[in-house]
């Protein structure tokens, strides 16, 4: 979740935007707090984990489409997903953002990786540990609405 908080914030903040290159894939984005909560858990309890591994996720699966409409609903404001070719997203991330070239590397593959399906899973393996849901994408804007409110 911190991907739209973070590098993608600008887009969002200033052109009322997402700009990702998966189309209409799914990802069950996590909150880094969830993350941060269970590997604090596990840590301090070793031995109830030992020899165990988790892949977490968030609640649910959403396309950038559903998150462009949370983020229109919580923001006030309507919040487009741009769906932009992956060569073209790039481009945009160098040339206009400036972002380093390795930064850019990493991220279209990742994306690349996200659009032919591989992030669309929803685990229960949170909640089994954690005794609770991870928080919802929706929970998530609510929690960080300042991040992508105009000036």
């Not at 919802?136 to 409110?149: D, E, H, I, S, Y």
């Amino acid at each position: 979740m911190q991907n739209i908080s973070g590098v993608h914030a600008f887009e969002i903040k200033e052109f009322d935007r997402i700009v990702v290159p998966v189309k209409k894939a799914l990802t069950s984005f996590i909150d880094a707090e969830d993350i941060g909560e269970l590997t604090a858990k596990v840590l301090s309890e070793p031995e109830k984990h030992q020899n165990q591994a988790y892949a977490i996720t968030g609640p649910e699966a959403l396309d950038y489409y559903a998150a462009a409409d949370i983020l229109s609903a919580e923001l006030g404001r309507k919040i487009t997903y741009a769906n932009p070719r992956p060569a073209l997203a790039k481009k945009y991330w160098l040339e206009i953002r400036g972002l380093e070239k390795e930064y850019t590397t990493v991220m279209s593959m990742l994306y690349f990786m996200t659009r032919m399906g591989t992030a669309k899973k929803v685990t229960t393996n949170f909640e089994k540990v954690m005794g609770k849901k991870p928080q919802t994408f929706r929970q998530f804007v609510q929690k960080n609405l300042g991040a992508w409110q105009k000036n």
